[in-house]
């Protein structure tokens, strides 16, 4: 059972320019949650999702930032216009949503806004 | 809302010296209660959780925790670091009643001397 994937594990993009990250969960795991870890700081949550909901998002940036989890394929993190202050290590995690509460979590995207 | 405090941001010890990480979380109800490690460029691995039962609980790499719920704390122990200990430990939380969005400290990084 492969863990959580995430892709690419290193991103570099311009100012402007779009950034999409990608978790595929574990597999079972209806419910995937993007962390955010900015340099010198601890893991911030910014987003929860289910299969075609988005739940809580209550950690995302008003502006640029947008999550998806369709019904096929991988959750998307999507960062539009990025900025230096976006460079940091995103990390997701997935649950089965039922059972014990535990995430697992992927080996994190590493963006790097130049 | 909930919070996790860690109250260390930097520890460096010798080899073979012994550790403890502080942690206390603010949330009244029932919690389940982890410590990640995240070594230096990797992605958080999970050192040990609680859900219920014996409040000692033991880890990989000999690392245990100590839930004391009147304390609201689940101090990391460990009683004899290695140079391969040198990381950043994270607490975390987990609602019981709630779904699976953890919640984080802010990390303590870890230096070990040889």
């Known amino acids: 059972n492969a863990g959580v994937m995430q892709n690419p594990r290193h991103l570099v993009r311009r100012r402007g320019q779009e950034a999409r990250l990608r978790c595929s969960p574990m597999k079972g795991h209806s419910h995937v949650y993007w962390y955010r870890q900015l340099p010198e700081e601890g893991l911030k949550f910014m987003v929860y999702l289910q299969k075609e909901n988005i739940i809580d998002e209550s950690g995302m940036p008003k502006e640029r930032f947008s999550a998806e989890f369709p019904k096929e394929g991988p959750s998307i993190l999507r960062i539009q216009q990025v900025v230096r202050g976006d460079s940091a290590a995103y990390f997701c995690?997935?649950?089965?949503?039922?059972?014990?509460?535990?995430?697992?979590f992927g080996q994190g995207t590493r963006l790097t806004v130049v | 809302a909930q919070s996790v405090s860690q109250h260390n941001h930097h520890v460096i010890l010798s080899e073979a010296a012994s550790l403890e990480l502080g942690c206390n979380y603010s949330y009244g109800g029932t919690v389940n209660l982890f410590w990640y490690v995240q070594y230096p460029g990797q992605h958080l691995q999970l050192l040990l959780k609680y859900f219920s039962g014996d409040p000692l609980v033991k880890g990989i790499k000999g690392f245990e925790a100590e839930f004391i719920k009147s304390k609201f704390s689940f101090n990391l122990r460990k009683p004899s670091v290695q140079w391969s200990d040198t990381a950043e430990y994270f607490c975390?939380?987990?609602?019981?009643?709630?779904?699976?969005?953890?919640?984080f400290g802010t990390g303590t990084k870890l230096q070990v001397i040889p």
């Open positions: 975390a939380v987990i609602l019981s009643g709630g779904y699976q969005k953890v919640t």
């Open positions: 995690a997935s649950s089965p949503g039922q059972g014990k509460k535990e995430a697992f």
